[in-house]
């Protein structure tokens, strides 16, 4: 039996989640698709016994409680199944309690509560969270703001023992009139890429090699607190033919597409700013916080935090709805239980606790085309290799909880030479050939080479890198100048500081291409046998997993010496 509380939160909805919280300071998290294999995998019954419980070693350990989000799609109508599944599945206490939490708040339990802010403004926006009636904080709505309004953007004053919302944009859920910056995004994803989820990066990349003036398209309307959406908007994203269809096929449709991922980032961006003095008007904080969805675009992030009212802005590395499970758990410990939490995000390896015996066996049953060593000098080992030309995959510890690679589920690349970006967008990651990658900055030299002014620990938002290193970090500049980068400090990545410092040692250059551990189409992996596959299905050249590297016994091309890119369509 356990004397510390045990809180689980689970996110039954988009990007199905679980966290436990394990005392005041303890936090584990793990997202579905890391072992269904699907990206942004929707919760379902079954996901607790199939899913979860095997990974998750404490949910077998006695539950205080435990606090479900729902957000708008049908899951809350099977809470009676899932409440069966809780007490067959987990060892509850006799007097284990099991809540609810509405979206938004879950949402903002992520961001503020971990934050280092003890009071701030609170900023919560996605395409549609909770309807009205399944809300469980208090706000004043308007006057006959019926049950089956959703919530779509939330407004708060934060200080710990005090949430108050100040405001929310609602919205009836009806395609033909949408409303709100979630919504705004998610149709201008749609009309690119019409698969939609999980593409909003694709536009966020495409957006700086378009004018955003050339289609003539205005900004949105901002009123107060909420978002509202021209007509000539409306009239775009109601289009039923293929003009904006990002096909890839010629300089012409290319141009095109840009031009409206241009011109619809800027309108986001352009938005997000003037909620962000709404909010700072009403609670005169000088820190922010920001979850939702939206708070993945880091290209409006790096606006927030360089021109907007806020002095300090703290984004967690889960604001989307995989976050929300930390969130529901953070909820149940202090909201429900009484529990000061003393968990702060100060870094995003929430995954379970390694297995040796897990990482020895899948070593010893390698295929017949890899070989695995154990070099004395392993980070030395990957230093030759990545100054060779070679692409390095790094699987250690405790899994990333967000959607970006942090060093633990990373892929790793010399952003000097200039063929790379290509060689990892086509060869590895088989995505476009106009997607960024990230740079890895040790902190101490990041003032150097980007314009920040801020540590920038969970590559949340975008920086000009300085013009004197454009040219020699081609990798990991993208066209606008700019790079989402992760700045590196011992506490918190000691394996990943050490390697980078030695490449700096070796190299005169302190930064590295960082982009996370996977193959074409799959999310983060998250145990050794997944990564060992993404080594063998791509043309990674090799893969450490410490105190291991394996290696291809047939060795996959060069990049800049046997290997050239493709022409790229514009």
């Not at 918190?492 to 291409?513: A, E, K, M, N």
């Amino acid at each position: 039996m356990t004397d510390v509380p045990i809180v689980v939160g689970i996110n039954r909805t988009q990007d199905g989640s679980i966290a436990v919280a394990r005392g005041a300071s303890e936090m584990y998290s793990l997202q579905k698709e890391r072992v269904s294999r699907r990206k942004h995998h929707w919760g379902r019954l079954g996901d607790l016994p199939d899913r979860y419980l095997p990974r998750m070693p404490l949910l077998k350990d006695p539950v205080d409680l435990v606090v479900e989000g729902y957000s708008s799609d049908t899951e809350i109508g099977n809470l009676d199944a899932y409440r069966e599944e809780l007490r067959r599945t987990l060892d509850l206490k006799p007097d284990a309690r099991v809540v609810l939490v509405s979206h938004h708040l879950s949402h903002l339990y992520s961001a503020f509560h971990p934050s280092p802010f003890d009071h701030a403004a609170g900023l919560v926006i996605d395409a549609q969270g909770s309807h009205v009636r399944d809300l469980t904080e208090q706000v004043d709505l308007p006057p006959g703001t019926g049950g089956h309004m959703l919530e779509i953007g939330s407004f708060y004053h934060c200080e710990r023992g005090r949430l108050s919302c100040l405001a929310k944009q609602v919205w009836d859920g009806d395609w033909t009139r949408p409303a709100g910056l979630g919504c705004f995004y998610a149709l201008l994803t749609k009309m690119l890429w019409p698969s939609g989820e999980g593409n909003e990066g694709k536009v966020m990349g495409l957006a700086p090699f378009g004018d955003p003036d050339a289609l003539g398209l205005p900004d949105l309307e901002v009123r107060g607190h909420e978002v509202l959406i021209p007509e000539e908007w409306t009239r775009t994203f109601e289009r039923h033919d293929d003009a904006y269809r990002y096909l890839a096929d010629g300089p012409e449709r290319f141009a095109r597409c840009a031009d409206l991922a241009a011109a619809g980032q800027r309108a986001f961006e352009n938005a997000l700013a003037r909620l962000a003095e709404w909010l700072h008007e009403r609670t005169g904080e000088t820190n922010l916080v920001f979850a939702g969805g939206t708070a993945l675009n880091c290209s409006a992030n790096g606006i927030l935090i360089r021109r907007s009212p806020f002095r300090a802005v703290f984004i967690p590395p889960s604001p989307h709805d995989g976050g929300t499970a930390v969130g529901c758990a953070l909820y149940g410990l202090i909201a429900c239980l009484g529990v000061e939490s003393r968990f702060r995000w100060t870094d995003d390896f929430l995954g379970p606790e390694p297995d040796a015996d897990e990482l020895a066996a899948a070593v010893r049953n390698l295929p017949a085309d890899l070989v695995a060593e154990r070099p004395a000098d392993l980070a030395g080992a990957m230093v030759a290799l990545l100054s060779n030309g070679r692409v390095v995959g790094l699987h250690q510890g405790r899994s990333e909880s967000g959607p970006r690679a942090l060093g633990n589920r990373s892929i790793l690349g010399d952003p000097r030479r200039p063929e790379m970006q290509d060689y990892i967008n086509f060869e590895v990651k088989g995505r476009e050939w106009f997607r960024p990658l990230a740079p890895l900055v040790l902190a101490e030299h990041a003032g150097h080479i980007f314009e920040v002014d801020r540590p920038a620990p969970f590559m949340q938002y975008a920086a000009n890198v300085r013009p004197r290193y454009r040219r020699r970090l081609p990798a990991i500049t993208h066209v606008d100048g700019t790079a989402r980068l992760q700045t590196v400090e011992r506490g918190s990545t000691p394996f990943l500081h050490t390697l980078l410092t030695r490449w700096f040692d070796w190299t005169g250059c302190p930064v590295l291409i960082n982009t996370s551990l996977n193959g074409p189409g799959d999310p983060l992996t998250e145990t050794p046998e997944q990564s060992i596959e993404t080594l063998r299905k791509t043309n990674m050249h090799a893969l450490a997993m410490p105190p291991y590297l394996i290696r291809k016994r047939e060795e996959p091309p060069i990049p800049g010496e046997d290997w050239q890119p493709p022409a790229r369509p514009h």
